[in-house]
């Protein structure tokens, strides 16, 4: 599968939030999904506990909480999510923050 230079249209919109969206990637047994966070918003936070996640930081600058310790993120960090840890992203910055998610597929998301 090929992907256009404008990454949005080859995705398929799988959620909105206030001040989000995120686009999902269909592949058979992997959750592959790209988050645009909008600037002075964050995301509501969740944990997985099925499965461990990996961000990949695509553009922009914000934070993310994993349990009660924040980081800060940059473009090209890899951001391992442990299952179970709570996870939220921050952009404080003017420009959209925009991150990719992996996971496996578990019962709720993607299978």
């Given amino acids: 599968m090929k992907f256009t230079s404008n990454l949005f249209a080859s995705l398929r919109l799988a959620k909105t939030g206030e001040g989000y969206e995120v686009f999902d990637v269909p592949i058979d047994n992997l959750t592959f999904s790209v988050t645009r966070l ?3 918003t964050h995301t509501k936070g969740h ?6 996640e990996l961000y990949i930081v695509l553009s922009g600058r914000g934070t993310i909480l994993l349990d009660e310790n924040e980081d800060k993120l940059y473009p090209g960090d890899f951001i391992v999510i442990p299952r179970g840890v709570f996870h939220r992203s921050y952009n404080n910055g003017k420009d959209d923050l925009i991150f990719a998610c992996i996971f496996a597929k578990y019962k709720g998301r993607g299978k």
Avoid: F, R
């Fill in 38 to 40: 909008h600037s002075k």
């Fill in 47 to 52: 944990s997985h506990n099925e499965t461990d």
